[in-house]
């Protein structure tokens, strides 16, 4: 009798609630459910911790019998069987991946985390000095807050004003370490970053992606045609700049950082004045996100670095990348020349990037990522013969690679067909 209602009715001073089939949902049936669904949320915690608990025991006997951290095969398996059984149950295959592959990949970082923590066992603090960009609610903060929260010890967050300062905190012993971003998906390198590790002894000891999702931040009720003045970041505004180009005539004012530009809005307490950042930031700042989804591009990620006074070993189980800074012979082809030597060695670049050596007009530092542990016999055979055919060359670092592609499942796609 209901079914074509809408979910929710203003009627003669009462609020009908129907679901889609038509049963009553309103006051008391409604908190009912909602107890339900608490219920069952609080359950699926508890499992997902205790599943933690049991991938880290698996850690365990990888670490015994030194076992590979990523068994794709098992990873297929799983996926296989779940898409089946989830199939049967009434969820879509899309769903029940999109949901594991997320659960793997944690499994998988913190077992990497273990294996890297027991391989370098002095390393281990029990208070991690950490030097970011800005101050809570920066972009960096939650980068440093998430990679943190996979190894021991309490974390002490230092704020800094610049990527210059945040380096000069750990080389004077200030900070442990210090969590950088390299690049984004949008807006691409960050070219003071790379600049600063050309001159400094730091090592790059781990890395990790985080989700960087800009939305519209203010302190009071207002709507975006009020907003005259936006506060944000240089690099927000250009990963944001097709939304600027909407906006039209708004006044934007680059800030230090994230986590300056929302403060700013917090204190200004005005209706016409705005800030970029992520709501979970805006949240510390008591700020309302009144639009998401900001950046050119959907898929807007942010890759930091960690660096630290000594480096790490790397396990051999963990997949492992390099980075390398080298400058080439002054001849035509000399970049290629290095480059066929990965080739030679089966390795793969993730990465190259450019940076002008000051002082040096047109001549070039080349910063590259490649896949492989310095451990391992191809880094090295490759960098002996980089060695004799560059004029400079150095490890920057040897970390964990964080970027776990999701295992596909061909065979369970196609059950879902
Ligand atoms: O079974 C294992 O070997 C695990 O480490 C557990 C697990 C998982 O989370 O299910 C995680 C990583 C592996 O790639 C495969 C599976």
């Not at 209901?2 to 049963?23: A, K, M, S, V, W």
């Not at 049967?88 to 991946?97: E, R, S």
């Not at 781990?206 to 506060?231: A, F």
């Not at 490759?382 to 061909?410: F, H, M, N, Q």
């Amino acid at each position: 009798m209901h079914e074509n209602l809408p979910t929710g009715r203003f009627f003669f001073n009462r609020i009908f609630l129907y679901d889609t089939h038509g049963n009553d949902m309103s006051d008391n049936a409604l908190d009912t459910v909602r107890e339900r669904i608490t219920a069952l949320d609080s359950e699926l915690l508890t499992l997902l911790s205790e599943r933690r608990k049991l991938t880290n025991e698996v850690a365990e006997t990888k670490i015994k019998h030194h076992i590979p951290v990523r068994d794709q095969k098992r990873e297929e398996q799983l996926l296989v069987r779940l898409i089946k059984e989830g199939q049967n149950i009434g969820l879509d295959p899309h769903y029940v991946t999109q949901i594991f592959h997320v659960i793997i990949e944690d499994s998988v970082l913190n077992q990497q985390a273990m294996l890297a923590e027991r391989a370098n066992p002095g390393s281990t603090l029990p208070l991690n000095r950490v030097a970011f960009l800005g101050d809570k609610g920066s972009y960096s903060y939650l980068a440093t807050q998430k990679y943190f929260s996979r190894r021991p010890g309490e974390l002490l967050e230092i704020g800094c004003q610049s990527f210059a300062e945040i380096i000069h905190k750990v080389e004077s012993t200030e900070a442990d370490y210090a969590v950088l971003p390299i690049e984004n998906t949008t807006s691409g390198s960050i070219n003071e970053v790379y600049d600063q590790l050309q001159h400094t002894q730091l090592s790059i000891i781990g890395e990790l992606t985080h989700p960087i999702r800009h939305t519209l931040l203010v302190g009071t009720n207002t709507s975006i045609d009020k907003i005259k003045t936006l506060y944000a970041h240089p690099q927000v505004f250009t990963q944001c700049s097709h939304f600027l180009a909407e906006l039209g005539n708004v006044e934007v004012k680059t800030m230090d950082s994230t986590s300056s530009a929302m403060l700013t809005v917090s204190e200004l307490k005005r209706d016409d004045v705005a800030a970029i950042g992520s709501e979970a930031g805006g949240n510390l700042y008591g700020l309302m996100a009144i639009k998401s989804n900001l950046a050119n591009q959907k898929e807007n990620h942010s890759r930091f670095i960690v660096v630290a006074r000594n480096p790490v070993v790397v396990p051999l189980q963990v997949p492992a990348k390099t980075t390398l800074v080298m400058s080439t012979i002054q001849k035509p082809g000399a970049l290629v020349e290095a480059l066929l030597v990965l080739r030679e060695n089966s390795i793969n670049m993730t990465k190259l990037e450019s940076r002008p050596i000051p002082g040096n007009p047109w001549e070039e530092m080349f910063y590259i990522d490649v896949e492989g542990n310095v451990e391992d016999g191809p880094v090295q055979n490759a960098l002996d013969a980089l060695r004799g055919i560059t004029r400079y060359i150095k490890v920057l670092g040897c970390y964990p690679s964080e970027e776990i592609s999701p295992t596909k499942v061909a065979a369970a796609s196609a059950l879902a067909d």
